[in-house]
């Protein structure tokens, strides 16, 4: 299929043959199925992305027509099919949330109403809250909290840019933004409100000295919102961050540790 895809992506005549369209709609149905990802994780706890499957992605859509659907009393037209079966999956949906054919849900997650979109992996017993996004090709594990309002960036292209990766455990607090390729560590607690970009000062506060990170936010480290002086030639403003002010203590019990640090450390979800 890889080679299909990748022939494809250099010469766009191809998608009118039955070989490339077959390929491209196999590699979708294996997406939504879980078999493949379009990154995973290595042995090492680094990730890689699997660029011709994020392809396959982008030329899904051309070969796809407009269609109407109507779910009871509602309207949608688009190119997409809506993921179904969540019974059969195991998957608890809560109208009015949506999933489109493409994304894998494994079983045990919740959906309140919120959004899935396709190339996107979640993993079991995770929480998609009250009006949260999970965007195209986004990387959720397993047993995470995703909060009312939170927005996870969704990437196809440009092609070698990494998408979001929430690890297992995480717990992402109400109306948090986590965009460009930024990864959370396992078990991290992020507070309402941080704003996570590749950019993004992530500044650790915990020692002596500050310790500046980006794009990552460590194993059970405990985060809020912040700020640092910045000077301009209009004069001096203050920018965001985002504040490492602890660790979320490594337990068995992973609610219980939860649970500690947000009432140790204040942090408002």
Same mark, same amino acid.
């Given at each position: 299929?890889?080679?299909?895809?990748?022939?494809?992506?250099?010469?766009?005549?191809?998608?009118? *043959?039955?070989?490339?369209?077959?390929?491209?709609?196999?590699?979708?149905?294996?997406?939504?199925?879980?078999?493949?990802?379009?990154?995973?994780?290595?042995? /090492?706890?680094?990730?890689?992305?699997?660029?011709?499957?994020?392809?396959?992605?982008?030329?899904?859509?051309?070969?796809?027509?407009? *269609?109407?659907?109507?779910?009871?009393?509602? *309207?949608?037209?688009?190119?997409?099919?809506?993921?179904? /079966?969540?019974?059969?999956?195991?998957?608890?949906?809560?109208?009015?949330?949506?999933?489109?054919?493409?994304?894998?849900?494994?079983?045990?997650?919740?959906?309140?109403?919120?959004?899935?979109?396709?190339?996107?992996?979640?993993?079991?017993?995770?929480?998609?809250?009250?009006?949260?996004?999970?965007?195209?090709?986004?990387?959720?594990?397993?047993?995470?909290?995703?909060?009312?309002?939170?927005?996870?960036?969704?990437?196809?292209?440009?092609?070698?840019?990494?998408?979001?990766?929430?690890?297992?455990?995480?717990?992402?607090?109400?109306?948090?933004?986590?965009?460009?390729?930024?990864?959370?560590?396992?078990?991290?607690?992020?507070?309402?409100?941080?704003?996570?970009?590749?950019?993004?000062?992530?500044?650790?506060?915990?020692?002596?000295?500050?310790?500046?990170?980006?794009?990552?936010?460590? *194993?059970?480290?405990?985060?809020?919102?912040?700020?640092?002086?910045?000077?301009?030639?209009?004069?001096?403003?203050?920018?965001?961050?985002?504040?490492?002010?602890?660790?979320?203590?490594?337990?068995? /019990?992973?609610?219980?540790?939860?649970? /500690?640090?947000?009432?140790?450390?204040?942090?408002?979800?």
């Amino acid at each position: 299929m890889r080679q299909v895809i990748e022939a494809a992506w250099e010469n766009r005549a191809l998608l009118s *043959e039955k070989s490339t369209i077959d390929a491209i709609e196999k590699v979708i149905e294996d997406l939504d199925k879980g078999l493949l990802r379009v990154a995973e994780p290595l042995l /090492d706890g680094t990730w890689i992305v699997n660029e011709w499957i994020k392809k396959a992605v982008v030329l899904y859509f051309p070969i796809r027509q407009m *269609e109407t659907i109507e779910v009871g009393p509602f *309207e949608f037209h688009d190119k997409m099919a809506l993921k179904r /079966d969540y019974k059969n999956l195991g998957v608890r949906v809560v109208p009015h949330a949506i999933a489109r054919y493409g994304a894998f849900v494994a079983p045990g997650v919740i959906m309140m109403p919120s959004y899935i979109n396709i190339g996107a992996y979640v993993g079991s017993n995770t929480m998609v809250d009250t009006w949260a996004t999970v965007g195209s090709c986004a990387q959720i594990g397993k047993d995470v909290h995703l909060s009312g309002g939170v927005g996870i960036g969704g990437v196809l292209e440009p092609l070698q840019a990494a998408p979001v990766v929430i690890e297992d455990g995480a717990f992402i607090g109400s109306r948090c933004i986590v965009v460009e390729g930024v990864r959370v560590g396992k078990e991290a607690v992020l507070g309402a409100n941080v704003v996570l970009t590749k950019s993004t000062k992530i500044i650790d506060v915990t020692g002596a000295e500050p310790l500046e990170i980006s794009g990552y936010v460590p *194993e059970r480290s405990v985060v809020i919102p912040g700020s640092y002086t910045k000077n301009f030639p209009a004069g001096t403003y203050q920018v965001p961050c985002a504040l490492i002010i602890g660790k979320r203590k490594a337990s068995t /019990d992973l609610k219980t540790s939860l649970n /500690d640090a947000l009432r140790e450390h204040k942090v408002a979800v």
